[in-house]
C-alpha cells in the first residue's frame, strides 16, 4: 500500500491531493476524502483559533501506524493523511485523509477507523483561544473514544 504522511502548517488543496494521490491507486474502484475544519464553537464562547502542537518525528510514525493498521484490516490501495498544526482560524481545513481502494466499502471504513483513531491516539496538543482573550487546553472527550471504540476486536 502506498501510503503518504504530512504534519504541517502550510494549508492543503484537496484536489491536487485527490490527483497525486490517484496515481498511486492502481486499480481502485473507490477513493474516499475526508476534510475536517476548524469549528468556530464548541462552546458558548467564539474561537478565536485552534493551536496544535506535535511532536515531530513522532507524531508522523504515529500515524503511519494507524493506517498500517487499517491496511491490515481492509484492503488499500492508497492512503493519504495530512495533518495541520499552528494556529489555525474558524473554518480552516485543519485534516486530510484520502484512502483509495478496491471497493467503497473498505474506503469508507478505513476512513473513519483512521479519523476516530486520529482523534484519540495521535498525538496532538490542542488549544481552544477564544474572542474574549482566554484560551484552554482541549481535553480528549468521551464521544471520541467511544467512537473508537467501536473498532475494537
Known amino acids: 500500500m502506498y501510503c503518504d504522511i504530512t504534519v504541517q502548517s502550510a494549508a492543503f488543496d484537496l484536489g491536487a491531493e485527490e490527483l497525486a494521490l490517484r496515481a498511486h491507486a492502481g486499480d481502485a474502484g473507490a477513493l474516499v476524502a475526508f476534510q475536517g475544519m476548524v469549528r468556530a464553537h464548541d462552546?458558548?464562547?467564539?474561537?478565536?483559533?485552534?493551536?496544535?502542537?506535535h511532536y515531530p518525528g513522532v507524531t508522523e510514525a504515529?500515524?503511519?501506524?494507524?493506517?498500517?493498521?487499517?491496511?491490515?484490516?481492509?484492503?488499500?490501495?492508497?492512503?493519504?493523511?495530512?495533518?495541520?498544526?499552528?494556529?489555525?482560524?474558524?473554518?480552516?481545513?485543519?485534516?486530510?485523509?484520502?484512502?483509495?481502494?478496491?471497493?467503497?466499502?473498505?474506503?469508507?471504513?478505513?476512513?473513519e477507523y483512521l479519523m476516530d483513531y486520529l482523534k484519540t491516539q495521535a498525538p496532538f496538543w490542542k488549544r481552544e483561544d477564544f474572542v474574549d482573550g482566554s484560551s484552554r487546553w482541549v481535553e480528549a472527550k468521551a464521544s471520541d473514544d467511544a467512537a473508537c471504540g467501536r473498532w475494537h476486536d
Do not use: D, K, M, N
Not at 462552546?43 to 502542537?53: C, D, H, R
Open 43 to 53: 462552546e458558548a464562547t467564539p474561537l478565536a483559533a485552534l493551536f496544535l502542537e
Open 62 to 111: 504515529e500515524i503511519r501506524r494507524i493506517a498500517e493498521q487499517a491496511a491490515a484490516r481492509w484492503p488499500l490501495s492508497a492512503c493519504r493523511v495530512i495533518h495541520r498544526v499552528g494556529a489555525l482560524a474558524p473554518g480552516e481545513p485543519i485534516v486530510l485523509v484520502i484512502i483509495a481502494a478496491g471497493h467503497r466499502a473498505g474506503a469508507f471504513a478505513a476512513a
